[in-house]
């Protein structure tokens, strides 16, 4: 078991940054591959950044060049990096983790990853 706890969030003004935090426990995360995603009010759960084992990363296009995803494995922690977040950016985001067995796969569906954190706001004003 994996526990997953995301911290980072928080009000700020367009343009502005901001860096989210997901700290594992349960289960070292060196083999597992971890995704971020995010939901806003009345929409699905959707896909954001994701980062194999080896530290392969993947973006959606809507954040694609604006956030940045990496990973300590000796922290067990991951992280979002977000630069000029826009409104359209606001929603709670969630850190995902599954067991991963090729070390440079990454996923970006929701359903492949078996591990969730509660998640954290993140709220951009114009």
């Known amino acids: 078991q994996v526990q997953l706890v995301e911290s980072g969030g928080g009000l700020l003004q367009a343009g502005g940054s901001l860096r989210l935090s997901c700290a594992a426990s349960?289960?070292?995360?060196?083999?597992?591959?971890m995704g971020w995603f995010r939901q806003a009010p009345g929409e699905e759960r959707k896909f954001v950044a994701a980062?194999?084992?080896?530290?392969?990363?993947y973006y959606a296009d809507s954040v694609k060049g604006r956030f940045t995803i990496s990973r300590d494995n000796a922290k067990n922690t991951v992280y979002l990096q977000m630069n000029t977040l826009k409104p359209e950016d606001t929603a709670v985001y969630y850190c995902?983790?599954?067991?991963?067995?090729?070390?440079?796969?990454?996923?970006?569906?929701?359903?492949?990853?078996?591990?969730w954190g509660q998640g954290t706001q993140v709220t951009v004003s114009s």
């Open positions: 980062i194999s084992w080896s530290g392969d990363t």
């Open positions: 995902a983790a599954r067991r991963a067995y090729v070390t440079s796969t990454y996923y970006t569906d929701r359903s492949d990853y078996n591990y």
């Open positions: 349960g289960r070292t995360v060196g083999g597992y591959a």
